[in-house]
């Protein structure tokens, strides 16, 4: 159990990606499945509310007509028993019936197969039918009253019926009874098409398309409808493209041989749920990316914070070893010298000369960090001059040889022949620059104890080079040594004592003045670090970048 809270400390970022990732697909999984099913559903609700918009178009031709019959073909009984019809004709004129061409009695109780008389609405008159198509039709369509009427079958009113076997002669009848339910006749409407292709029908399609599709635009819904041949008998909008119908209904009642159908030439149900799915399935894609990033940039940032915050605490530790370690051997050294317990002269200058140098190397160590406190806060200053950087590395040589000597260590210094010209410079911390880098090739060295520093003219830049036959520099690890508090974390690093800034401070240095560092090693060989200062055009100075 110890190990999960320490698994969970070391992991915490991981964790908490994993535990946002995770959720994320999962969520989007969830969307996606979601979102198919409500693509496959909303087709399905969008063709439900087309299918729905006919059906309020044919229940409301069928109660037109149904309410137009019912209106003014239930006559009374009296009207054939007493032989009144021409009252029926006078109230069909008095209140005319919409939609209807003819309108017609056929009378039993004065002859038993029908005396059929036809009102023609036009000029008002009730006259015995003449022999033609219509009066067939009449016939055709009343034969099953007739022979109710014949066989004496009681029928209750009303008992609308309709009779469309001649498309040209579409008839709506009722039948007539009396109290006793027996027929005495029929009276019936011979509708009007000209009247429901040019006048109902536009009227009752318009009338409900707003009610069903407030939003549509005018040419985004067209209604269609056709003979029982498929012709065209009229289009909304008129002259709209024709396509495929989403729906189609048969009309209810009468002109059943007809349809109404509905298509939107933009989109058909389906394309318009599937761009729908397509849109919110960007739109989430698009969303999770950005809170990927976010997550991913917050993640970053805490990863540098929790690494730089690492790095701190070593740093501090590191520092304060490298005080401790020094700070106590002088203590002891001037001690011994204090109570007069070192023997022979030569002792007493070897101690002296060991305090010296780890006083300068702790001068040196708290030089670089008062410098790197300096840089972060931005108030680290240059004092630039025209310099000659031989001159600069030669006298940071000299003092660094004298402390080399008992060592063991021997330097080598390369210069070209001719001498180098004179560039921009800080010479204090240029001699400090390479004073950390040499620092480090003692530091870091191994069983060979010769540096060689090499200065040259190269390609417009004066170059300076540091080289050691220490234990290198993994290739991974070269790209990082100059972060600050950055240190190769191989075994072999951590028996040497360091803060991790000093090339850090090298590379601010070689940037402030234009110039660049780089590093060439490999473990167990050694390394070079070279720095590049640009030689100033000719005619002019290299202009050093941020000192002051
Ligand atoms: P440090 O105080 O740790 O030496 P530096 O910034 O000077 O800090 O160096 C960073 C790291 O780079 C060192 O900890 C060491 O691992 C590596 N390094 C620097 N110079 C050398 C060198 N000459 N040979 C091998 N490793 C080196």
Redesign the pocket.
């Known amino acids: 159990m110890a190990g999960i809270p320490g698994f969970l400390k070391r992991h915490t970022l991981q964790i908490g990606f994993v535990a946002v990732l995770a959720p994320l697909v999962v969520l989007l999984c969830l969307q996606f499945v979601w979102l198919g099913r409500l693509e496959r559903a909303s087709a399905i609700a969008q063709k439900a509310s087309l299918s729905n918009y006919l059906e309020a178009v044919g229940t409301e031709v069928q109660y037109f007509y149904r309410a137009a019959a019912e209106r003014s073909l239930n006559l009374p009984a009296a009207f054939f028993t007493q032989g009144r019809l021409e009252r029926a004709a006078a109230e069909w004129q008095k209140k005319p019936v919409e939609g209807a061409r003819l309108l017609f009695i056929v009378d039993y109780t004065h002859d038993r197969f029908g005396n059929i008389l036809i009102h023609d609405p036009q000029d008002g008159t009730l006259r015995t039918a003449p022999a033609s198509d219509e009066s067939l039709a009449i016939v055709v369509a009343c034969t099953p009253w007739q022979m109710a009427s014949l066989a004496g079958r009681r029928v209750a009113p009303p008992a609308l019926a309709v009779d469309e076997r001649s498309p040209e002669h579409r008839i709506v009848v009722n039948p007539i009874t009396d109290e006793a339910s027996h027929i005495v006749g029929v009276a019936g409407i011979i509708l009007d098409e000209d009247y429901f292709r040019t006048r109902l029908l536009p009227s009752v399609i318009a009338r409900a398309l707003p009610r069903f599709f407030p939003d549509a635009a005018r040419d985004e819904l067209v209604v269609t409808v056709r003979d029982a041949r498929g012709g065209v008998i009229m289009m909304t909008p008129p002259g709209a493209e024709e396509g495929a119908a989403a729906v189609t209904r048969r009309f209810p009642f009468v002109f059943e041989d007809w349809t109404v159908s509905l298509h939107s030439p933009r989109s058909t149900p389906e394309r318009w749920a599937r761009a729908n799915f397509a849109f919110n399935m960007t739109l989430s894609g698009l969303l999770a990316i950005v809170l990927m990033g976010g997550i991913l940039l917050s993640l970053r940032s805490a990863s540098r914070a929790v690494k730089l915050s690492q790095m701190k605490s070593d740093f501090v530790s ?1 520092v304060s070893h490298e005080l401790r370690t020094p700070l106590a051997s002088i203590r002891v050294f001037a001690e011994l010298l204090r109570l007069g317990r070192v023997p022979s002269p030569e002792k007493v200058r070897e101690y002296g000369e060991y305090i010296e140098a780890e006083g300068r190397r702790l001068t040196r160590l708290i030089d670089n960090i008062l410098d790197f406190a300096r840089i972060e806060s931005g108030r680290k200053s240059y004092t630039f001059v025209h310099g000659d950087l031989q001159e600069v590395v030669a006298a940071t040589l000299r003092t660094f040889e004298v402390h080399l000597r008992p060592s063991g260590f021997s330097v080598r210094f390369d210069l070209p022949a001719d001498p180098l010209p004179s560039i921009v410079l800080d010479p204090d911390a240029i001699g400090q620059a390479l004073h ?2 040499l ?3 003692v ?2 060295s191994g069983p060979v104890k010769e540096i060689a520093v090499r200065l040259a003219r190269e390609d417009g830049d004066l170059v300076l080079a540091v080289q ?1 036959h ?4 993994p290739r991974e ?1 070269q790209g990082r ?2 972060e600050r508090f ?3 974390s ?1 075994g072999l ?1 951590h028996e ?11 590379e601010h240095i070689v940037q402030v003045h234009g110039g660049r560092i780089t590093v060439a ?1 490999e473990p167990g060989r ?2 070079t ?1 070279v720095i590049r200062l640009p030689l100033p055009p000719r005619g002019g100075a290299a202009a050093p970048h941020g000192g002051r």
């Open positions: 590191n950390n880098l620092d480090n090739a530091k870091y050691d220490g234990i290198g520099i690890e040594i100059f950055h240190r190769v191989t690093v040497v004592q360091g803060s991790g800034l000093g090339l850090s401070i090298v090693s050694g390394s670090f």
